[in-house]
Nanobody, 120 residues
Framework: QVQLVESGGGLVETGGSLRLSCAAS????????MGWYRQAPGSQREWVAT???????SYADSVKGRFTISRDNAKNTVYLKMNSLKPEDTAVYYC??????????????WGQGTQVTVSS
């Protein structure tokens, strides 16, 4: 049983910055991955970034060089620092946790989502 609580969304002008936070609690396995997804109105949910328990990261091409994902293992919290924001970044952002056992995903959890709006 895992709970994910997101914060940090809001309204920002083009070129501005925001930092999203996601605090996890419950049965978090030692081997896990935490990531961010987003969904704009009328669009499918898309993957944004992932950080693994070992510290490695991966990014979607659309955000490379602008977004940075990080985690604080002591607080079980993952962050997404977003710079040089564009109107096309406007979406609901969702936090995701995957617990791994025997080399595969055993359980997956989602946060409630937080709205990010970039004005033009």
């Amino acid at each position: 049983q895992v709970q994910l609580v997101e914060s940090g969304g809001g309204l920002v002008e083009t070129g501005g910055s925001l930092r999203l936070s996601c605090a996890a609690s419950g049965s978090i396995y030692s081997i896990n991955a935490m990531g961010w997804y987003r969904q704009a109105p009328g669009s499918q949910r898309e993957w944004v970034a992932t950080i693994y328990s070992g510290g490695s990261t991966s990014y979607a091409d659309s955000v490379k060089g602008r977004f940075t994902i990080s985690r604080d293992n002591a607080k079980n919290t993952v962050y997404l620092k977003m710079n040089s924001l564009k109107p096309e970044d406007t979406a609901v952002y969702y936090c995701n946790l995957k617990n791994y056992r025997n080399g595969g995903v055993s359980y997956e959890y989602w946060g409630q989502g937080t709205q990010v709006t970039v004005s033009s």
